[in-house]
């Protein structure tokens, strides 16, 4: 059974998270990438690791982003897979919570994954092969208190996912969401040692992603959720 095969990954909202992983793991698998933030300060390490191109782009603005493909599609390296990971939060009591920053965080986590995602599939259509890769949370199936801004934002990213699997599965481009339930160890976020792989490993979330790319379009999934083993259901 034949496997995908891609050639050029974009990921949007890069930090040394899972987008650091994503990055390095398709780099191993002999993809080209290009990393598109806003604050690309510290990414010359990751991008020399990977052979990455580093790009500053507001996910958030048309124009940035339209300009992020175009230089891409300049530069020949027109991403066949693209990772939206950006999204932004804040936490307060929703009386509190000013309307001028929940804007902008729906705009981040949402709104650019929108933006992001319509240019790559005016690229992927003509071609009929593709895949976008949303990165959601727990936050898009279940809002929680003090999250509300999190919870729209997550909401709309699930909403847009699922409507775009359902348009664009059949014209050849995989549409996939992931549900990241559970928190992802870091440097500043070291597993307790009383809980082992009690936090999600952001190698391991790659692989998952990596898998979901590899499907054979008989059975593609447009949704994955992942936690850690001692996570509650």
């Known amino acids: 059974m034949d496997k995908p095969k891609y050639r050029s990954a974009l990921i949007v909202g890069t930090g040394p998270g899972l987008s650091a992983s994503?990055?390095?793991?398709?780099?191993?698998?002999?993809?080209?990438?290009?990393?598109?933030?806003?604050?690309?300060?510290?990414?010359?390490?990751?991008?020399?690791?990977?052979?990455?191109?580093?790009?500053?782009?507001?996910?958030?603005?048309?124009?940035?982003?339209?300009?992020?493909?175009?230089?891409?599609?300049?530069?020949?390296?027109?991403?066949?897979?693209?990772?939206?990971?950006?999204?932004?939060?804040?936490?307060?009591?929703?009386?509190?919570?000013?309307?001028?920053?929940?804007?902008?965080?729906?705009?981040?986590?949402?709104?650019?994954?929108?933006?992001?995602?319509?240019?790559?599939?005016?690229?992927?259509?003509?071609?009929?092969?593709g895949a976008v890769l949303l990165s959601g949370a727990t936050a898009g199936v279940k809002g929680f208190a003090l999250s509300a801004t999190f919870a729209m934002g997550k909401f709309a990213l699930r909403g847009l996912a699922q409507s775009m699997a359902r348009e664009l599965s059949p014209k050849g481009i995989h549409v996939a969401h992931f549900v990241i339930d559970g928190g992802i160890r870091s440097a500043a976020r070291p597993v307790p040692t009383d809980r082992p792989d009690s936090l999600l490993d952001p190698d391991a979330i790659a692989e998952t992603y990596w898998a979901v790319l590899q499907q054979h379009r008989s059975a593609w999934s447009w949704e994955v959720e992942v936690r850690p083993w001692v996570e509650n259901f």
Do not use: W
């Not at 300009?67 to 804040?90: E, I, K, M, Q, W």
């Not at 009591?93 to 705009?107: G, N, Q, S, T």
């Open 22 to 129: 994503l990055a390095r793991l398709f780099a191993r698998n002999g993809l080209t990438i290009d990393l598109a933030a806003r604050q690309t300060d510290k990414l010359s390490a990751l991008a020399k690791e990977t052979g990455a191109a580093v790009h500053t782009c507001n996910a958030a603005d048309p124009g940035d982003v339209a300009a992020l493909f175009g230089a891409l599609d300049a530069a020949g390296r027109t991403p066949d897979v693209v990772v939206y990971n950006a999204s932004n939060r804040v936490r307060a009591p929703f009386v509190d919570l000013v309307p001028d920053d929940v804007k902008r965080a729906i705009e981040i986590s949402a709104f650019g994954a929108f933006l992001v995602s319509q240019q790559a599939v005016k690229r992927m259509l003509p071609k009929q092969h």
